[in-house]
């Protein structure tokens, strides 16, 4: 078979899997691989780690062995080709079994020794030991970047995600995430020095070792770490120095072999007052996103802390809070812990009226649903148009941007789909409402007039 045949019918069985997998999945699994060469009806494909290769065997390959037999042949067989930095490839031939891959070793990258002044031996990680993977409830919000996360405690610096940065509103998960890669890191790798600190404590230090001319002892420590961890890196923004002195860490850990993993409350395109050669490293790795979790994981959430906290709430009591609280899993917790203040309190069961008093008082939400009939109204009046305007196919510039704060308002107040939203909203198809959504969010970042307005429109919305 000529390279042009098996070339092509790779990228048929491609056009199978994107159909069968979500986008940002294909984009990091399947894009990143290879054809190599098809012979004696073996099919060769090249992965970026032996990682990687045993990613795929045990989450993907009831989907890639059949679509593989469609298009080839049901007697093809599967061999991969497991690229090793700074050593020849390696082929590893595919399991017959599912789950349990190899465990040949992987040479490691040599790395050139750096003078480095004394190392302190003991380092205080100050990770947070009850945020592990063992407290971290899945959903179909998170699952993606769990799973990355996993595969990167597994193996730190080891595969395609590094840096891994995520980013998400307040109260999603990042700061439970990323302490849950360090204890599992910590736990497999004990000599690995492993470091989980603030972007604002990080500031302050270098701040600090300005003020006490010990700005080298504080770049030389930082240059011993393994693996990195920066909590909320856009507190970075507009501080050039900082920056500039974090640019020539994150180098050098990153050309050594180092994990480094950030996190953010929006996206890396979106920071503000960031040098673009910091937001460009951002990019380098792996960048996942944290959603607000859904109805069914906020349900889980609370099942799990009611537990584990040697609680009893009736189930209409936990369904009641998932579906009118859904901000954070800081706001369900605190909810939790406020209905049990109460109940002890005033010696009261804890019951549904209890529960309703509570979360109209803290959260200052009615338990009215939120609908994308309910936002085109709400959208509607405040800008003193008709909702028929935003059904029609009007390109008037006013009635544009409502039907945009319209389509994002519902992507973020509903679990309806993109599809479902472009339906109700115009007949839009999904990428007219994410472009919607991309242009508001980047409004709002940049315009406080702008970001007034939404947030007075999401309490008319609540009224």
Known sequence: MSEQNYVGMWNRCLEIIRDNVPAQTYKTWFIPIKPLKYEDKTLVLQVPSQFFYE??????????????????????????NVMVVNNPPTSVPLPTHTGSAPTSPVPQKQVKEVPR????????????????????????????????????????????????????????????????IGTRIKELYPDKRVLYVSAHLFQ???????????????????????VLIIDDIQEFAGVTKTQNTFFHIFNHLHQNGKQLILTSDRSPALLQGMEERLITRFKWGMVAELEKPTVELRRNILRNKICRDGLQFPSEVIDYIAENVGDSVRDLEGIVISIMAHSTVYNREVDLDLAQRIVKKVSHNENKPITVESIIRTVCAHYGLEPSAIQSKSRKRDVVQARQISMFLAKSHTELSANKIGSLIGGKDHATVLYACKTVKEQKEVDKVFSAELDEIVRELRQ
């Not at 990613?55 to 991969?80: C, W």
């Not at 970047?145 to 610096?157: G, T, Y």
Request: glycine share 6%; net charge negative; no cysteine.
């Open 117 to 180: 002044q004394p190392q302190i031996v003991e380092l205080d990680s100050h990770l947070k030991g009850d945020y592990n993977f063992e407290t971290f409830i899945e959903g179909e919000s998170n699952k993606l970047s769990r799973s990355v996360a996993e595969a990167v405690a597994l193996n730190p610096a080891k595969t395609i995600f590094n840096p891994l940065f995520f980013y998400g509103a307040s109260g999603v998960g990042k700061t439970h995430l990323v302490n849950a």
């Open 204 to 226: 302050v230090q270098y701040t600090d070792s300005v003020r006490n001319n010990t700005v080298n002892d504080f770049i030389n420590f930082y240059q011993t770490i393994d």
């Open 55 to 80: 990613f795929l065997e045990e989450q993907f390959i009831n989907l890639l062995k059949p679509t593989i037999h469609k298009v080839f042949g049901e007697a093809t067989q599967l061999m991969y």
